[in-house]
């Protein structure tokens, strides 16, 4: 899958798994930071990203602490997964 | 104690623009609130809101605007959360039991609705959530009461909310507890069938000691749990001896014809002046649903208007200043809440 | 308004079912936490918990139900309850009096039966003999039934904290007016449901849990039950008294849906709150139970608030390491326990410690000790922020 698909197929997973309302993929920019004051995720956020990375990609992060590294921002994301997935 | 403010969201007209002559009809005989445009809710926490979270919140925040430093949060909720608990437990059955998303499970328990009222007004005072079914929100009153005898000074927000979620609405079916038959709202009384309409909703309050300004004032409770309406007759002659006559009998009767003579036998010891009114077609039957005959009873000993739907027989113009609610939920859990005008 | 006594205790958990089982088991450093057998669950065998080894046909049995639809949860609050009310030497007026209140707690109610909710939540026809007892309330009113009570009857669910504010209700009712007695207390008990609803926020130890210490990394669910009689000080002529309830505070730390503040000001606010109402100082209190769950959170949290009020904190421990975390549950069996401890003048130790969390440099009691306390403090912090903190204090 090209890269660009990928970034938009991913931030379509996480604003449904997030709930986030009101947003659109346009709305979520590549390199924004996605905790903290960039898209305002928190700690409950990184679980749900990590199941999102199992369920959808079939990447198991063990150790949610691992998982704010990887999720610093869609190019973080994109990037790990593109080199971790399974499906 | 005396109730100064109050805002409810539920099926009907009762919230922004508010129309109490009109009744929304049930569909499929479920009364669904109409949830109205959040606009106080940060969407990085409305997101996350279950249904009952929603118009707890939703419903509050007209009184959190009006009063900054509220001593504390009182909630009553029977249902509030289930519609997460299910989507969470579906999540379990789905997945066996594997890796889950936390949200669900955190927004299931009652106690989110006052958390997340809190938390909205970054509140640090007393917080608690009572889930006595069809008492719950009496119960919560009573709290409510007590703890302004300790804090004299203090202002309390003080709800009641319930929500019809599959889950809920399924094993209250199962049980019996909602007609058979298609119902229209109007005719809800006059079939004496078993079982009744389904209704949802939130209701709020500010509460506290002082007269000046208020609508009305909460002048007793009681609650009582048993099957026997002679029980029942005889406790509210109990209470009305000592709390006095009440211009207005409001009566949750709800056309379940089962449970029908407790609403008679207390009616039967009214004298004939009473004016005798009715909620659960506006509200629907659930746990909470005395909240929202609150928030009706401060409307109309406010406006000293009583829309003609609510009158069992022909409407009145008589002028009133107390009002008597009783209200039973499932036959077994009973409350009487006397109100004057403050 | 007189005091508020305690005059009778039940309590079963993870380490007896009874009060001398319990404080047995107290004095030898006993732990409850261990693979689970009874839960139906994935994880029964791969987490520990703090697991009642008892079937529910056996609490059935001992307490004499036999109709059907009776949950878990209901089984092990009444086998609590019967031994509180027993131990009160209560008879029948007292029971059946208007006067009377039961406030019940609960977070599971009857969800423990998570196989049979999924059928019933869906079920087209047929219920099971279940689809009234899942709600926290059933719980109580079941209680209700067995006993007969006719007073103030109420359900709290404020998560951890729920049995902390029942205890509370109860006080208050009864300074109030509303309740010459009253029954208090909480249950939880095992289920799918909740050991998943954890192990989804990613808090449960894979192992034992240990609390206050820099390694900790979890906690383990428990279940158990707990009711105390409380009774006014007018009314102690020639009754045996455990304590009074002295103090007690419901704070919220307002922060986040499941975690607590940096600088933990709900708990904070519960303690302080609570010393007020006692009209305690910080140096008064003799020990503290604390909530501590061995979470990295609650801990670290719980410890940073005890060290902004007591210059010296006083010797504390967490139940928790014994018998897991009960949930609902847990303020009264902590109570319990503490109330057991202050009435020999003895104090249990937390197990499983070994190194201070760096921040603090806290250490919990490790060994048992002979101590005349004369006021404990028991802390219980929950979901949603709702923090509650109870004093009790020898009569």
């Not at chain 1, 997030?18 to 947003?23: A, F, R």
């Not at chain 1, 004051?37 to 990590?50: A, T």
Request: net charge neutral; with cysteine.
């Amino acid at each position: 899958m090209e890269r660009e698909q990928l970034k938009t197929e991913l931030k379509q997973h996480i604003i449904k798994y997030l709930n986030l309302l009101e947003k659109t993929p346009a709305d979520i920019i590549d390199d924004q930071p996605l905790f903290g004051d960039g898209l305002g995720l928190d700690s409950i956020d990184s679980i749900e990203l990590v199941v999102l990375l199992e369920r959808e990609y079939g990447i198991k992060i063990n150790d949610p602490k691992d998982g704010r590294k990887i999720f610093t921002s869609i190019n973080t994301m994109v990037d790990y997964i593109i080199a971790n997935r399974i499906k | 104690m005396f109730v100064h403010q109050s805002s409810c969201i539920s099926p009907q007209h009762t919230f922004g623009t508010t129309d109490r002559e009109t009744v929304v009809a049930p569909e499929n005989n479920i009364l669904k609130v109409i949830e109205p445009k959040y606009d106080g809710i940060p969407l990085n926490m409305l997101r996350r809101m279950g249904k009952a979270v929603r118009i707890g919140v939703g419903a509050a925040m007209p009184l959190l605007r009006q009063k900054q430093n509220l001593d504390g949060i009182i909630i009553g909720t029977a249902n509030g959360g289930m519609e997460d608990c299910i989507k969470f437990l579906n999540q379990v059955m789905e997945y066996d039991e594997g890796r889950l998303t936390p949200t669900n499970f955190v927004q299931s328990t009652p106690n989110a609705i006052a958390a997340q009222v809190g938390l909205t007004s970054v509140n640090n005072g007393y917080n608690i959530t009572h889930v006595h079914r069809g008492l719950a929100f009496e119960n919560a009153m009573l709290d409510a009461m007590m703890m302004l005898n300790d804090n004299p000074d203090a202002t309390y927000l003080l709800g009641g909310v319930d929500e019809v979620s599959s889950y809920n609405y399924n094993l209250e079916r199962l049980d019996g507890w909602y007609k058979k038959e298609k119902i229209d709202g109007k005719d809800l009384y006059a079939k004496q069938t078993n079982g009744s309409i389904a209704g949802e909703g939130s209701a709020m309050f500010l509460v506290n000691n002082k007269s000046a300004g208020a609508i009305l004032k909460v002048q007793a409770i009681q609650m009582l749990h048993t099957k026997d309406s002679v029980e029942v007759s005889s406790k509210l002659n109990e209470f009305l001896e000592k709390w006095g006559h009440h211009d207005v009998f409001f009566s949750g009767e709800n056309g379940d014809a089962r449970i029908q003579s407790f609403y008679d036998g207390c009616e039967n010891l009214l004298n004939g002046s009473v004016t005798k009114l009715h909620f659960k077609h506006f509200t629907g039957e659930h746990p909470s649903a005395t909240a929202m005959a609150l928030w009706l009873a401060c409307n109309f000993l406010e406006t000293q208007k009583i829309p003609g739907h609510f009158f069992k027989g022909n409407p009145n113009q008589n002028p009133f200043k107390s009002i008597l609610i009783y209200n039973t939920g499932k036959g077994m859990q009973h409350s009487f809440i006397s109100l004057t005008k403050s | 308004m007189g005091r508020v006594f305690v005059t009778g205790m039940g309590v079963i958990s993870a380490i007896g079912d009874s009060l001398s089982s319990s404080r047995s088991a107290l004095l030898k450093g006993v732990s409850g936490i261990a693979p689970a057998d009874l839960v139906q669950s994935k994880y029964a065998g791969t987490l520990r918990f703090g697991e009642v080894k008892m079937e529910n046909e056996k609490l059935r049995e001992i307490s004499g139900v036999n109709r059907a639809g009776v949950t878990r949860t209901s089984l092990l609050a009444l086998h609590a309850m019967n031994d509180a009310v027993r131990d009160s030497g209560w008879d029948s007026s007292f029971l059946n009096s208007y006067d009377t209140a039961l406030i019940g707690a609960s977070t599971v109610g009857g969800m423990c039966q998570t196989d049979e909710l999924y059928r019933d939540a869906i079920s087209e026809t047929n219920g099971s003999a279940y689809t009234s007892s899942y709600d926290c309330a059933s719980v109580t009113l079941f209680l209700r039934e067995q006993l007969g009570v006719k007073g103030v009857t109420n359900t709290i669910n404020t998560a951890c904290s729920s049995s902390a504010n029942a205890i509370m209700q109860g006080v208050q009712l009864i300074k109030n007016g509303f309740a010459k007695r009253a029954i208090v207390g909480g249950v939880d008990s095992l289920a799918k449901f909740t050991i998943n609803g954890f192990n989804s926020l990613g808090i449960l130890s894979p192992g034992n849990c240990r609390p206050f210490d820099k390694e900790r990394n979890g906690l383990n669910l428990g279940e158990g039950a707990a009711f105390l009689i409380l009774e006014r000080e007018e009314d102690m002529k020639n009754k045996k008294v455990y304590a009074t309830v002295s103090g007690y505070c419901n704070s919220n730390d307002a922060f986040h849906p499941s975690s607590l503040s940096e600088n933990g000001e709900g708990p904070y606010r519960a303690m302080k709150g609570a010393m007020e109402k006692a009209a305690l100082s910080p140096g008064d209190i003799g020990f503290i139970s604390t909530h501590g769950t061995g979470t990295e959170n609650n801990d670290e949290v719980e410890s940073k608030a005890m060290m902004r009020i007591f210059n010296n904190v006083p010797p504390f421990a967490s139940s928790k390491s014994k018998i897991g975390h009960t949930l609902g549950a847990s303020a009264a069996v902590e109570a319990v326990f503490s109330i057991i401890g202050m009435q020999h003048g003895e104090i249990y130790p937390s197990l499983n410690f070994n190194t201070p969390i760096e921040s603090t440099g806290l250490k919990p009691l490790t060994v048992h000790q002979k101590l005349d306390v004369k006021h404990i403090m028991s802390n219980s912090f929950g979901f949603g922020g709702n923090c509650a903190s109870l004093i009790f204090s020898k009569a």
